[in-house]
């Protein structure tokens, strides 16, 4: 294979393997890159080697297939010595690889007298990464939002042909997506080059993910090397991603931490010019010193989802910022799980409803819009995908926390609103089209576009326009069947909705206890306890306390091997004891029946409170 030294992403100058932040796994310090075509950038850009077995002194010719500047050789020749030969093209006035703005690419080939050859192509580009701003690229601020990606697919697996891949890349660029996290393993080289080609910022990683097995080592080190030495062209690539929720299991250890440090010091030595990273669990202390450990920080949080409310994501990034000012942070991991059947006029935490899917992604936006120095977003997930352990949310095996659908024939609402911050192309989309039985008497319309002024027309006459900025709500009165349409600019949209006297049952999990959640007074008894309460506050009673450990091993065993080894930290068990009971029912509702809550609060409302 061919082996592009391009200049060191941190400084100007070429570092290759006598770079100094190689051999000692410090943090190289940061500067900012030439513009494009800046005639200022020069050095070795191309060099080549061959695998070892070619026998020294044959012959290696390496030529550049695009045009390397007017006085650069379009062909070169090495001699081949300790397996490798190498040459060098200094690239004049170069055009930088630019992301999605200008991915440019060039290519070189390399060939043995024999006939033996090979093309690669690859980008030159600088990166940066600041505490204050984030990302830099060529010099330039890059706000990175986009989206994670596991490959696999319903009815194929990982089995996929090229046609996958683009149609996952199209979707991609269709949001506005200017990076992607290729999670939690080595993707198809394929994608790899189309990330090249159309400009996405990419984050690749190995698969050392949720469990650290000690006698493993030597498996994380040689998937790093491979992960490494095979992407080192790739001028979309931007960091190496140490593990995934390492923690999640046994807690920050020794041998762990030895683990890291290892596969730090591997990726530093084989790769000077990329910096390192780790996507942290949310329930690991932001004050623990393995968060420092890689060179760029990032975080899995699921606040609003799995426990706690959407506030406190901002609440966590706002801590970090202050107490770690010189450190980079980034978002590796938000979302909420979705099914596109389950609608509703009122959602909440837990109902898997893509009606509170998109309020979830709304905020998250928001959220990260005010923070500049969230160095990258990436959604998790862009797709729904295969998961053996679940089995909630109505499609059992899949987690749904996707935009889109497993087999990509839906987009969920969410998906829009991430269109409307990211991209340029005009559009407009009526939320809750799938909510078409509606209850109530006046109804919510929700809109979202990139266009400044909405207009919504009900059976086919004006009803309102709105100046807005991404998302737009109309209170509509509704008695029977109306066609809804919405129009931005020269785009429109349409849907259409009933009136209806009761919910229909497909629009929530089978199970859920939605009436009993909404009528809190008919589940408080004064002076007793009810699920109305916070862990903390029923565990002390230990009347109360034996009624919720029953509850919660039932819930527990309901989610199989997602939650058998995952150990609790303290910080998390805090903030799970200051949480209503009623919030976490709602949360394993797959496992709680309507007669289960109901007899769970008549106990408890027949224990009574100590004064």
Known sequence: GIRKIPSCAYCPMPCGDKSPHADNGSRPPEREGPKAHDPGLRGPDAAAYLPHGHRDGHGLGIQGLHTFGEHAPPFQTAAVQGGKAVTVFDIENVHLWNGVADPYLYSVAAAMPGGDAVAVHFGCRKIAFKPDTGFWLNGRNVRLVGAARHQDRAELGNALTAAEHEEDMQILRDMGANTVRLAHYQHAQYFYDLCDKYGLVAWAEIPYITEHMPEATANTLSQMEELVLQNYNHPSIICWGLSNEITVTTGVTENLTANHRLLNDLCHRLDATRPTTMAHAFMLDPNDPFVQLPDICSYNLYYGWYLGE??????????????????????SEFGADANPAYQSARPERGDWSESYQAVYHEHMLKMWSERPYIWAMHVWNG??????????????????????????????????????????????????????????????????????????????????????????????????????????????????????????????????????????????????????????????????????????????????????????????ERQMARTPLRSILKQVAKSITPADVQQLNAALNKIKKES
């Open 310 to 331: 959407l506030q406190q994501n901002d609440e966590f990034f706002d801590m970090f910022h202050k107490n770690r000012p010189d450190r980079v942070i980034g978002l």
């Open 383 to 572: 797709f729904d995908f295969g998961a053996d352990g679940r089995g909630e949310g109505g499609k059992p095996g899949q987690n749904q926390k996707g935009l889109v659908t497993f087999d990509r024939k839906t987009k969920k609402d969410a998906y829009f609103i991430y269109k409307a911050y990211l991209s340029s192309d005009p559009f407009v989309h009526l939320c809750g089209r799938r909510y078409v039985h509606r209850t109530e008497s006046q109804t919510e319309i929700k809109v979202y576009s990139n266009q400044p002024r909405v207009t919504l027309f009900v059976d086919g006459k004006e009803f309102a326009a709105q100046d807005g900025d991404k998302i737009f709500k109309f209170i509509v009165p509704i008695s029977g069947t109306h066609e809804i349409k919405a129009v931005a600019g020269s785009c429109t949209d349409c849907m259409t909705i009933t009136k209806a006297d009761k919910p229909d049952p497909t629009y929530r999990a089978e199970g859920q206890v939605e009436n009993w959640f909404d009528k809190p007074e008919e589940l408080m008894k004064e002076g007793y306890y009810s699920i109305m309460d916070s862990m903390e506050t029923l565990q002390k009673s230990p009347a109360a306390s034996k009624l919720l450990s029953s509850l919660m091993v039932k819930a527990s065993n309901a989610y199989g091997d997602v939650a058998k080894n995952v150990k609790m930290p303290p910080e998390m």
